[in-house]
């Protein structure tokens, strides 16, 4: 065997290695997932969001693996934090984060979360919808592999995601995932009472891109053709139902 065949034999080892490693990730993170979603700390009402939500396909379409640096950016009560933190073994959250701050880190199993206080950010609330609007602001930790915000980016003014792209893009890694998923509003439909929960995926995509990310992919795994898009998302003839946007971007 002459060197460069050598060479190219250990290369080709090197890439399957790689390949199983990577594939025996993908399965500890399904399975820790499935695990999570099985736990007794989950309640009832919880769990019955399972069919609509679909966590591990979700989760799964954005790539997430367990050895991943992940941010999960307005937990509010959890949904997705007790599902994320028991796959996750390096897992912040930020925004919004008093309910998992004294009510989950003190279960067991969920003491390894990390929660950031974002720096120099002020929130405010106003206008005729009260949208959230935030200042420009930092995480103040780098190297996350992965950035993901569910259904929350319609309570922000268009300022408020702007600084919540950006603290995001300076968080993430080269080549970093940034996941977001929200309830659909019409293209370049007027904000109302009706739709001030939804948010337009155009702008959304376009507002992150000015950020600096690239779109990788998006999803239909959310799509709902019952919804017309013309009922306030709380409305009992949608709430469970709505029509949601799945996007994944990455820092270049």
Known sequence: MNKLTKIA?????????????????????????????????RSEAEVA???????QETLTFMG????????????????????????????????????????LIS??????????????MTLSRGGEFG???????????????AVLTFRNMHNFDEA???AINKAAFD???SGG?????????????????????RADPVEIIKEAQDAGFLLHSYSNLHYKPVDDLTLEVGNDKVTGQTDRFTLVFRKP
Not at 110 to 116: A, M, N, P
Not at 183 to 193: A, D, F, Y
């Open 9 to 41: 034999c250990l290369a080709l080892a090197q890439m399957l290695a790689l390949s199983v490693a990577h594939a025996q990730t993908d399965d500890s993170f399904g399975a820790r997932l499935d695990a999570a979603m099985k736990a007794d700390i």
């Open 49 to 55: 969001r399972d069919a609509n939500r679909k966590p």
């Open 64 to 103: 997430l693996s367990s050895d991943m640096k992940v941010l999960e950016l307005i937990p509010s009560r959890g949904w997705y934090t007790k599902l994320l933190a028991p796959a996750i073994d390096d897992f912040h959250v930020a925004i919004g984060t008093t309910w998992v701050k004294e009510n």
């Open 107 to 120: 279960e067991p199993g969920f003491d390894h979360i990390k929660i950031l206080e974002p720096q120099n």
């Open 131 to 145: 949208l959230n609007s935030v200042s420009e602001f930092s995480f103040g930790e780098a190297g996350f592999d």
């Open 160 to 162: 408020g995601r702007r």
């Open 171 to 173: 968080a993430l890694a």
């Open 177 to 197: 995932i940034y996941g977001v998923v929200d309830h659909t509003r019409r293209h370049m439909e007027p904000i109302s009472s009706e739709n001030r929960r």
